[in-house]
């Protein structure tokens, strides 16, 4: 998977990249992560990216034709699944967004800044608007950042016991239930007897009971 980055801020972006699974990732050829600085692709002196909005108002816009210039040089050199745009209003990241993106090949990243980009860069190139949760971010840096985040980490290969993405809290609908490790029993807080037992059949029902109990009590929206 290939996945381009276009930013203002790219120092802002990078050091997510820099360590762990993602780092690991990248290290083992799974995935290429790109960062393009839009200032690269100004053609004024002052490396301008953003102006006043038409109407009046406060805050700035990002310009299209930087934009333009930035996504149509890397369309020329590949063709792309998703152009996807970080802002506030767009749908909201969940898992299975995650699962269906981390199936694309190569994917555009565009993000926003200040009052966000000139709404003909969403009409003419974004096909996908996405939002990381209801409040606003100073810019679409760090929601690409938990984006990517999400996506690599489903990537086969990427995470060394192939089956631990599977298990994670949201994959079947629920969150996930209560883990322990050594010691199974600290000053007398102990681990549930089931789980010492090696009977993986009743281990495995204890899980899903656990799995069901803990989202009806704090995600019954899950359930519905
Ligand atoms: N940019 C600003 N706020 C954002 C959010 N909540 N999600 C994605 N991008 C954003």
């Not at 700035?60 to 890397?74: Q, T």
């Not at 800044?113 to 990381?132: F, L, N, W």
């Not at 984006?147 to 609908?173: K, M, N, W």
Request: hydrophobic share 35%; proline share 4%; charged share 30%.
């Amino acid at each position: 998977m290939r996945i381009d980055i276009i930013t203002v801020l790219p120092e802002l972006l990078k050091s997510p990249f820099e360590a762990s699974i993602l780092k690991r990732a990248i290290d083992k050829g799974l995935v290429e992560v790109h960062f393009h600085n839009l200032r690269d692709y100004t053609d004024n002196k002052y490396r301008q990216v953003d102006d006043y909005q038409f109407g009046g108002g406060a805050g700035m816009v990002l310009m299209i034709a930087p934009i333009d210039k930035c996504i149509s040089k890397l369309k020329g050199e590949r063709s792309y699944d998703a152009v996807i745009y970080m802002t506030p209003d767009g749908e909201t990241l969940d898992q299975k967004m995650a699962n269906n993106l981390s199936l694309q090949k190569n994917i555009i990243i565009l993000c926003g800044h200040y009052k966000g980009v000139d709404q003909r860069v969403r009409d003419a190139y974004v096909t996908k608007e996405i939002s990381i949760g209801d409040y606003v971010l100073s810019g679409g840096e760090l929601g690409a950042a938990v984006l990517c985040d999400t996506i690599i980490r489903l990537i086969p290969g990427v995470l060394g016991d192939e089956t631990s993405a599977l298990t994670d809290t949201f994959q079947d609908g629920l969150l996930a239930p209560p883990v322990y490790t050594r010691p199974a029993d600290y000053d007398g807080m102990k681990v549930p007897d089931v789980l010492l037992t090696g009977n993986f059949g009743k281990i495995e029902q204890w899980r899903e009971d656990k799995a069901h109990k803990r989202t009806e009590k704090l995600r019954p929206d899950l359930l519905e």
